[in-house]
C-alpha cells in the first residue's frame, strides 16, 4: 500500500516540480528559499496525500499548500531559513533582457509577501479573485485590494509615477 | 502600468533560467513518512508498557530548576566539536505548563530540542510552540552575520542576561520577539524559538535560563544492535516522546560524507489495520510479523512487529549497503525495557 503512495506521490511531484518551483521562485524572490518552500510543500503534500488525490483539482490543491507554506514562511524568524551549503550550486546564463528582469525581481521582493502572493497567483497562475480567495484564505475583496496594494508597490518599486 | 504589462513582466520574470535546484524528492518522502508514523503513533494505545520506563529515561524534563542557570554570571558551557548523537547536550530544566511533549534531534551540527502541549500528537512538524536550536561556530552562524542579512531581524538585547550575549529577535514587520538567540558557548549560539505573544517574555527566558547544557549525559534506548560492519558510526538521532508513546530512531554512516545510510528505529507505535504508513506484515520473522519495503529513494526497509511492545525498522540504502544487512542487524538486535546508553555493541568488522 505504502509502495504504491510513493509511487504515485513520487511521479506527480517529479512531474509538478517545474512549475511548483517556478511559482515559489516568483514569491521568494530566491532559488535557495523557493526550494525549501517547495521542499517543506511536497513533505506536507506526502502527509495528506490521501486527501490531496481526492481533492477536485490536485494541481489546486498542492497550489495553495504551496502559497500557505510560503506565507507561514514569512512569520518565522528569518534565521530558522538560513542554510549554509558548502557548494554554491551552477546556474545557466540568461538569455534576454536581464537589466529588465533584475529591475522588477528587486521591485517584486519590495512587494509585502501578501500582495507579492496574490501578484503571482492573479497574473502568473491566471487565477480569478475568487480562486485566489480561496487559495489565500482570505475575502476576495481583501484579494482585490492585496493585488491593488501589491501592483501599486510594483510601480513604486520600478519607479513608475502612478497617473 | 496596466495588467498586461505586469502579466508581461511577471511573464518575463518566470522565463528567468531557474539555479539548479536542490530539492530533495527522497528526504520529502522521507521525512513525510516520519510525520505520517508519528501521528499514527500519538493515535494509538500503546501496546507493550513494558517500556514505560525507558520512554521516561529517553529524555525527561526535570520538575526543579537545580540546572546550571545559563544567565547567571558563571563560565559558559564547553564547546564540543562535533554534536554526539548518543549524548544528551541540552535538554530543558523548566517548560510552561502543559508542554509535555519533546522532540529531540541530533545532527553532526545542530543539535535540537523542542517541545510541544501534552494531549497533543508528537510530530515534530507540526510546528513546536517551543524550540531550540544549538549551532555550531561558523561564520555563518552567529547574531553579526545573521544582522547582515537582507530583511535581517532587529536583535535587541536582553537586559537580565547577566553579561552574556543574549538578543531578543524581532522579525521584520513585527512588532513582538520570535524568540530569543544567546550564546551557549565562546563564539556558540543558540536559537530559542517561541511564541511570545502566547508564553510571555518571562517565562521564554525562563526555557531558555533553566537549559542544562552539557555535562556529558547519554541518552537511554529501548534497543541494542550491533556489531556493526566496520567504519559505519552513529551520525545522527531522534527521539520523540509524549505520554506514553515514544519513538527513537539512530541513524547510521560509513566515511564522512559518504552516501546512504543505515537506520534503526525502534518505538511503540501499533500497526493499524487499514491505515497507510506501516506496511502490512506478510511474513514472520522470529515468530514476529514482519514486512519488508523497497521505496523509490532507494532504500530497503524491514519492519518487525511486537517485539516486547516495540515495532522495530531497520532501513538500509539499497546498493549502498547488501540486503543482507538488515536481516542480519535484525539478528543483532535486542530490546532492552530498562534503556541502555550503549545502543551499539563494540566489535565486528
Known amino acids: 500500500m505504502r509502495v504504491k503512495r510513493d509511487e504515485e506521490f513520487s511521479a506527480y511531484v517529479a512531474e509538478s516540480l517545474p512549475w511548483l518551483r517556478r511559482v515559489a521562485y516568483l514569491m521568494c524572490g530566491d532559488g535557495d528559499r523557493a526550494d525549501d ?18 481533492a477536485e483539482n490536485l494541481d489546486a490543491y498542492v497550489r495553495t499548500m504551496l502559497v500557505r507554506v510560503f506565507l507561514g514562511e514569512q512569520r518565522r524568524g528569518w534565521f530558522a531559513r538560513v542554510r549554509v551549503v558548502e557548494v554554491l550550486p551552477e546556474g545557466e546564463a540568461y538569455q534576454g533582457d536581464l537589466e529588465a528582469v533584475m ?46 496594494r501589491g501592483l501599486s508597490a510594483l510601480r513604486r518599486g520600478l519607479g513608475v509615477v502612478e497617473a | ?49 513494558v517500556f514505560a520506563g525507558v520512554a521516561g529515561t529517553v529524555v525527561s524534563v526535570r520538575g526543579n530548576e537545580e540546572g546550571r542557570l545559563l544567565f547567571r554570571p558563571g563560565p559558559l558551557a564547553e564547546a564540543v566539536e562535533r554534536f554526539d548523537p548518543l549524548v544528551e547536550f541540552a535538554r530543558f530544566g523548566w517548560l510552561p505548563e502543559r508542554m509535555g511533549n519533546l522532540h529531540v534531534a541530533v545532527e553532526e551540527q545542530i543539535f535540537t530540542v523542542a517541545a510541544t502541549r501534552s494531549g497533543t500528537p508528537i510530530d515534530v512538524y507540526a510546528g513546536s510552540p517551543i524550540e531550540v536550536r544549538f549551532l555550531m561556530a561558523g561564520p555563518d552562524r552567529n547574531p553579526d552575520a545573521w544582522k547582515r542579512q537582507p530583511n535581517a531581524a532587529k536583535y535587541v538585547p536582553v537586559k537580565s542576561a547577566a553579561g552574556r550575549k543574549a538578543f531578543w529577535v524581532i522579525p521584520p514587520r513585527a512588532s513582538r520577539p520570535s524568540g530569543l538567540v544567546w550564546e551557549y558557548a565562546p563564539a556558540e549560539w543558540a536559537v530559542l524559538q517561541a511564541d511570545v505573544a502566547v508564553f510571555g517574555h518571562k517565562a521564554v527566558l525562563r526555557v531558555a535560563e533553566s537549559m542544562e547544557i552539557g555535562g556529558g549525559r547519554r541518552f537511554s534506548w529501548p534497543f541494542k544492535v550491533g556489531p556493526l560492519p566496520k567504519g559505519l558510526v552513529p551520525e545522527s538521532a531522534a527521539f520523540e516522546l509524549g505520554g506514553r508513546h515514544f519513538a527513537s530512531e539512530l541513524v ?19 500497526r493499524r489495520t487499514g491505515m497507510d504508513g506501516l506496511p502490512e506484515p506478510t511474513f514472520k520473522l522470529d515468530g514476529h510479523p514482519a514486512a519488508t519495503v523497497k521505496n523509490n529513494g532507494g532504500r530497503a526497509e524491514l519492519w518487525v512487529f511486537g517485539v516486547q511492545g516495540l515495532t522495530v525498522g531497520i532501513t538500509a540504502t539499497r546498493g549502498r549497503y547488501p540486503d543482507g544487512l538488515r536481516h542480519s542487524l535484525w539478528k543483532t538486535f535486542v530490546a532492552v525495557p530498562g534503556g541502555t546508553d550503549e545502543p551499539v555493541r563494540s566489535g565486528g568488522g
Request: glycine residues 10%; charged residues 25%; positive net charge.
Open chain 2, 1 to 49: 502600468m496596466d495588467e498586461i504589462q505586469v502579466r508581461g513582466m511577471i511573464g518575463e520574470l518566470a522565463r528567468e533560467p531557474m539555479p539548479v535546484g536542490r530539492f530533495d524528492l527522497v528526504a520529502a518522502r522521507r521525512r513525510g513518512r516520519r510525520r505520517v508514523l508519528v501521528r499514527r503513533a500519538a493515535g494509538v494505545v500503546a501496546g507493550g508498557l
Open chain 1, 37 to 54: 518552500v517547495v521542499q517543506v510543500t511536497a513533505e506536507r503534500l506526502y502527509v495528506k496525500w490521501g486527501q490531496a488525490t481526492r
Open chain 1, 103 to 148: 529591475d522588477v525581481r528587486e521591485a517584486l521582493a519590495k512587494v509585502p509577501a501578501r500582495q507579492r502572493a496574490a501578484l503571482v497567483l492573479r497574473y502568473h497562475c491566471d487565477l480569478s479573485v475568487a480562486e485566489a480567495a480561496r487559495v489565500l484564505g482570505v475575502s476576495e475583496g481583501t484579494v482585490k485590494s492585496q493585488t491593488a
Open chain 2, 252 to 270: 547510521f554512516r560509513g566515511a564522512p560524507g559518504a552516501k546512504g545510510a543505515v537506520m534503526v528505529r525502534a518505538g511503540n507505535w501499533i
